[in-house]
Every structure is written in C-alpha cells, then in structure tokens.
C-alpha cells in the first residue's frame, strides 16, 4: 500500500463551484500535511499546510485533516478559472527530511 | 522565492547515452532533492542531498546518480539512458529551518529515443 493515496481525476467542474480535494495516508505518525499546487508545465508551490486534525482557513481555501480515518482535504469556495492546475498532497515522515507526495489531482474550472 | 534553476530545461537523447541534469539554487539551503514526475505517478523521490557529498536514495534511484561537491549545486546523471526514464525531472531545495517547505525549480523535459 502506499504511504499516501489520491485520486489523480481529472476534476473539471464549473466556475463558482465549491471543491473537494482529497487525499488518505497509512502511516499515523505523520505530524503535518501539506497542499502544493502545480500550474501546466511548472515546478509545484506551496499552498497551505496544517499541523493537527481540524480545519485551517487562507482566503478561499480550506485545510482539513482528520487523523482518526487518516484523511486530509482541501476545499476551494468560490472556485475560479485561474485555479485550474494540479493539486498535491505532501506528507513528511517523522524524523526524515523528505516528503511523500500523493499523485495529484488535476482540476480544471471551467467559465 | 527561493532561486532555483535547472538546465537543460529541455533534452532529447538516445538509448544507452549519458545523461546529465544540473540543479543551482542560490538560498544556502542544505538539503536537495531530485523527484520524476510521470503521469498517474505524481512525484517520486529519486536522491536527495543532506549536505556536501552527502547524499541517499530515494524511491526510484536505480539507473541515476547524483553528485554534491558544492552548496548550491546537485547534479543527477543517468548513467545509460532508457526509454523509461523519459520524464520530467524536477529538482527542490529548502533550509533547516521551519517545515520543510520544498522550493522547486522550473523542471527539465528529458526525451529518450
């Protein structure tokens, strides 16, 4: 099984629609999760991480993590064109310095 | 934005060639990383550097080698090229400080014929 799992898509879905992006992992000792986003033909970004079970919020987007189904999503309210691109899901091993991603989701918004 | 380059961006080579990706960033990060990205694959660890001439597998590393001699710099060679090492090739950095938020360069497009 692989540490971390998602579902690649692609996702199309149109303008203003709320997204749901999500990942699960095998390993429980994980301590953050973290959301890079890839535009076409670019190297990945940072979006947002998170530390503990719960939601964190930056603008239009939301982090959620649920430690006890081992589950991690990322909602996008309000969705826009200029969010198409693909979504990863990173985790980092205790103690490694390295990140385990998952396989992407490639979202398109459609106007 | 951390500065990290790679080149070339773009290569095409025959089977059984040698090949050599360079990676250059510029924020005194100590740690580097080299990942493929194939689709359905999403992006997988092939070597990662811990500091000068230090350095470990990942993942996928057969076929590849890399080499640390400066701060800034970790280069990947694929030693005999092969078709299915036909891929994207991204390379990453980041500091000791912190999370660990990988800064990625733009990415090289390798073609093996």
């Known amino acids: 099984q692989k540490e971390v799992e998602q579902d690649p898509g692609p996702l199309s879905v149109p303008e203003g629609a709320i997204v749901s992006l999500n990942c699960t992992y095998s390993n429980s000792a994980f301590q953050y999760f973290m959301w890079y986003r890839q535009y076409s033909r670019k190297g990945p970004e940072l979006l947002m991480y998170?530390?503990?079970?719960g939601n964190k919020e930056d603008g239009r987007f939301t982090a959620q993590v649920d430690k006890s189904s081992k589950y991690i999503s990322l909602f996008i309210r309000d969705s826009q064109p200029s969010d198409s691109a693909t979504y990863l899901c990173a985790i980092p091993p205790r103690g490694a310095q390295k990140l385990v991603f998952g396989q992407g989701t490639r979202l398109t918004i459609n106007p | 934005d951390a500065g990290i380059t790679q080149s070339p961006r773009h290569k095409v080579t025959e089977t059984g060639t040698p090949v050599t990706l360079r990676c250059h960033q510029t924020?005194?990060?100590?740690?580097m990383y080299w990942y493929r990205q194939d689709p359905g694959h999403g992006l997988r660890l092939i070597h990662y550097s811990y500091g000068v001439k230090d350095t470990d597998k990942g993942e996928v590393s057969d076929g590849y080698s890399v080499s640390r001699s400066k701060t800034e710099d970790f280069l990947l060679t694929l030693e005999s090229a092969t078709s299915s090492q036909t891929s994207v090739y991204f390379c990453a950095s980041h500091g000791t400080s912190g999370i660990n938020e990988q800064f990625f360069g733009p990415g090289t497009r390798l073609t093996v014929l």
């Open positions: 924020e005194n990060h100590r740690y």
């Open positions: 998170t530390y503990s079970s």
